[in-house]
T-cell receptor, first 115, second 114 residues
Framework: ETGVTQSPTHLIKTRGQQVTLRCSSQSGHNTVSWYQQALGQGPQFIFQ???????GRGNFPPRFSGLQFPNYSSELNVNALELDDSALYLCASSTQRGLSYNEQFFGPGTRLTVL | AQSVSQHNHHVILSEAASLELGCNYS??????LFWYVQYPGQHLQLLLK??????LVKGIKGFEAEFIKSKFSFNLRKPSVQWSDTAEYFC????????????FGKGTHLIIQP
């Protein structure tokens, strides 16, 4: 069984640029969630994708957007990068299968630095 | 909106000491409750979970947690910690069946001294 993978591992961008982060969900999982983890903080929920549609969103501006593909992999796009966007971005996959719906399996994350 | 509070941000214990990490959440509906652990250099892993039934749940590596509905609490415990338990611990409630994701606490940085 392959776990959640993310790419790239690290990324450095400058303010105002755009970035795309990628995630492959764990085998058999159809739901992908993205989280932002600032240094010394717990992860914060950005949004969730199920069946290629966003079906839940946290308190993040529209410049944070995403996609989910038919194979359940996902992308997180951030436009007009700001210094505060520097963080570890985590992808988590899960299944919508009864009560196990919210049990999420996390990838290693992408460390984004905005200069 | 739900929120979660972890009372201990930094905890230092000696090996074989007992551990209890506090977690309180604020949410009016039915929740699923999770504790996740992040070992140094590794990704977040599920430690244990509560969905329903017996409020005392057991997880991996000897950890357990007790759900007390009246207190909106889900405290994590371990009778005897080991050096390998050094990690960051996160309490995370989630609305039952919702698509709002997990709401993580700020985490507790646990250091076990040999």
């Amino acid at each position: 069984e392959t776990g959640v993978t993310q790419s790239p591992t690290h990324l450095i961008k400058t303010r105002g640029q755009q970035v795309t982060l990628r995630c492959s969900s764990q085998s058999g999982h159809n739901t992908v969630s993205w989280y932002q983890q600032a240094l010394g903080q717990g992860p914060q929920f950005i949004f969730q994708y199920y069946r290629e549609e966003e079906n839940g969103r946290g308190n993040f501006p529209p410049r944070f957007s995403g996609l989910q593909f038919p194979n359940y992999s996902s992308e997180l796009n951030v436009n007009a990068l700001e210094l505060d966007d520097s963080a570890l971005y985590l992808c988590a996959s899960s299944t919508q299968r009864g009560l196990s719906y919210n049990e999420q399996f996390f990838g290693p994350g992408t460390r984004l630095t905005v200069l | 909106a739900q929120s979660v509070s972890q009372h201990n941000h930094h905890v230092i214990l000696s090996e074989a000491a007992s551990l209890e990490l506090g977690c309180n959440y604020s949410y009016g509906g039915t929740v699923n409750l999770f504790w996740y652990v992040q070992y140094p250099g590794q990704h977040l892993q599920l430690l244990l979970k509560y969905f329903s039934g017996d409020p005392l749940v057991k997880g991996i590596k000897g950890f357990e947690a007790e759900f007390i509905k009246s207190k909106f609490s889900f405290n994590l415990r371990k009778p005897s910690v080991q050096w390998s338990d050094t990690a960051e611990y996160f309490c995370a409630p989630s609305a039952r069946g919702g698509a709002d994701g997990l709401t993580f606490g700020k985490g507790t940085h646990l250091i076990i001294q040999p």
